[in-house]
């Protein structure tokens, strides 16, 4: 059974900054995640507002943090971590595939996952027209006419982004004015490949069996219905929190996100939450890379008692 100091579940950039932090501390550190490093830095172009970088691609800032970490000493492990239990000892265990890791501290980063309209059509036609990432999907609507639905940072961004690459792009809100960033927005309204459809709220996505046809909307001022047509549709409605794996820890408000003081301490001793996993107000790569710091050095102290 391998043990370490540290355990930070997930390596996107507050669990690459908490895992740098730890190992920088000369304690035993290993990160591990189901997929590739970087997290949902890999799913964004343009990353324009982290300081020290005018512009920077989201995998290359991964690319680049990822490198702080390993050379500090972390262990980088893929695994898609199951279960996550604490002995009398107050001794972590991992539960990841068929494996079991033990550790003195956790610090979760796992991240969240883009929220589902949950309207008709939906599943059917995921990956078939419908899709949670622009940048993963959008080179398939070359020259075509897409649909973006919701008005936060992430679908006026990508949006954007979608504006480079194909005809047009309908961004569909239920409100009357976006949350995104002014300055993002000011972009949106500036450019001619970009439409507005307001007070409206998608009711089902229509298809001919095998891709996406359209959308049926709804429009909440006037109670109109209509069909919209579109290739894709770009949904981005919010986000739920990955923390079904530490159900039992009782450690989450009730809608999942995993409650800390400021020092990233979780109710339980030495098991510390970071990142977008956190109930907090505003989820970026600054406030992950933060939160990743500060745990990461309470790591270390947390240690120190423990001997
Ligand atoms: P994440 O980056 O989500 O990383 C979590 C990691 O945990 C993932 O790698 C995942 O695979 C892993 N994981 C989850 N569950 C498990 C498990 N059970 N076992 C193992 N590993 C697991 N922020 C900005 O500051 N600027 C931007 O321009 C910007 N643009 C964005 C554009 C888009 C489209 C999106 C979706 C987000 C954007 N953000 C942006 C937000 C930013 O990406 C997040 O705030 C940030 O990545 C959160 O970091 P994190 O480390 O908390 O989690």
């Not at 954007?160 to 309908?170: D, S």
């Not at 949904?235 to 159900?247: A, K, L």
């Not at 107000?281 to 992950?288: C, D, E, F, S, V």
Request: charged share 20%; with cysteine; net charge negative.
């Amino acid at each position: 059974m391998k043990k370490y100091d540290v355990v930070v579940i997930g390596a996107g950039p507050g669990g690459m900054t908490a895992a740098m932090y730890a190992a920088r501390a000369n304690l035993n550190v290993a990160m591990l995640d189901r997929g590739i490093y970087g997290g949902q830095m890999n799913n964004t172009d343009d990353i324009e507002n982290y300081p020290g970088f005018s512009s920077i691609k989201g995998p290359e800032l991964g690319q680049k943090m990822y490198e702080s970490a390993t050379n500090a000493g972390v262990n980088f492990v893929y695994g898609d971590v199951q279960s996550l239990t604490v002995d009398n000892h107050n001794i972590k265990h991992i539960q990841i595939d068929d494996d079991i890791i033990d550790s003195k501290v956790v610090i979760i980063a796992t991240g969240s996952t883009n929220r589902k309209l949950d309207v008709e059509g939906e599943d059917k036609y995921s990956g078939r027209g419908v899709s949670y990432c622009a940048v993963c999907d959008g080179a398939f609507f070359k020259n075509q006419d897409v649909t973006v639905i919701g008005g936060g940072d992430s679908a006026v961004s990508e949006g954007l982004y979608l504006a480079n690459i194909t005809e047009n792009v309908n961004v569909i809100h239920r409100r009357k004015q976006l949350r995104a960033q002014k300055i993002i927005q000011e972009r949106a309204f500036t450019n001619d490949k970009m439409d507005f459809t307001w007070n409206t709220s998608v009711t089902e996505i229509i298809g001919d069996g095998n891709h996406v046809t359209g959308v049926k909307t709804f429009d909440i001022e006037t109670g109109e219905d209509k069909v919209v047509n579109t290739s894709g549709v770009f949904i981005y409605v919010g986000n739920t929190p990955n923390t079904g794996m530490f159900q039992g820890l009782d450690i989450t408000d009730d809608s999942g996100w995993i409650l800390t003081n400021s020092e990233m301490e979780t109710s339980i001793p030495g098991i510390f939450a970071v990142g977008d996993v956190r109930k907090k107000k505003l989820r970026q790569i600054t406030t992950a890379v933060g939160d990743g710091g500060i745990a990461g050095q309470n790591a270390f102290e947390y240690i120190e008692e423990f001997k």
